[in-house]
Structures are given as structure tokens and as C-alpha cells.
């Protein structure tokens, strides 16, 4: 079993820069691919990127390359989702999530365990 804590949200102006952490609980962290994800109101939640276990790979969804980067620290058990540049457009909740098969993926049914998610509010 694995819990997830995200922090780090909040409301920042367009162009400004937040950073996300995904504290996780238990031994096993480092086995786990890790992903984030996003939900707007009246949308379906949306993959953002995912890292694998070993942080050697990682992916995000084009409307976030170049500006948003996740990173892991295994010895912290907390993965992170740097997030720059931010458009209103990035106005969502935010959630962490882990995937036992350690091969990190953008399918929302591929993750095991989730978190309760962030605020992210983005002014325009």
C-alpha cells in the first residue's frame, strides 16, 4: 500500500512558476513509476508526465513540454513536478499518482495509487 500527499499548489500570476511535491509513504517507493496528472472543472482528468522508477525515463504530454520537468528523489521518497511558464490554461487539481509496474504510462486506469490533489490556479 502506498500513500500520496501532494503540496505546493496555489495561485500564481501567468508566466510565474510553482513547484509540486508528491510525498509517498511506504518501503517500496523506488519501485513504483510515478505520474502526474490534472483535472480542470467539467473535464476528464488528463495525463501531464511520468517518470520511472529509476528516474532514467521520463514523459509529459506536449502541452507541457519545455515547461513543466518531474523529477524523483527516491531517498525522499517524494517525486516533484516543476512547473513554469504556467498559462490559465494550467488551471487545474493536480494529482499525484504511482504504478506498480514501474513502466510509467499516460493511461489514468494504468496507476494504483493516487493522491487527493493540489489547487493550481493560474491568473490571467
Known amino acids: 500500500q502506498v500513500q500520496l500527499v501532494e503540496s505546493g499548489g496555489g495561485l500564481v500570476q501567468a508566466g510565474g512558476s510553482l513547484r509540486l511535491s508528491c510525498a509517498a509513504s511506504?518501503?517500496?517507493?523506488?519501485?513504483?513509476?510515478m505520474g502526474w496528472f490534472r483535472q480542470a472543472p467539467g473535464k476528464e482528468r488528463e495525463f501531464v508526465a511520468a517518470i520511472t522508477w529509476s528516474g532514467n525515463s521520463r514523459y509529459s504530454t506536449d502541452s507541457v513540454k519545455g515547461r513543466f520537468t518531474i523529477s524523483r528523489d527516491n531517498a525522499k521518497n517524494t517525486v516533484y513536478l516543476q512547473m513554469n511558464s504556467l498559462k490559465p490554461e494550467d488551471t487545474a487539481v493536480y494529482y499525484c499518482?504511482?504504478?506498480?509496474?514501474?513502466?510509467?504510462?499516460?493511461?489514468?486506469?494504468?496507476?494504483?495509487?493516487w493522491g487527493q490533489g493540489t489547487q493550481v490556479t493560474v491568473s490571467s
Open positions: 511506504g518501503r517500496t517507493f523506488s519501485r513504483y513509476a
Open positions: 499518482a504511482a504504478d506498480r509496474s514501474s513502466a510509467g504510462t499516460n493511461r489514468v486506469y494504468d496507476y494504483d495509487y
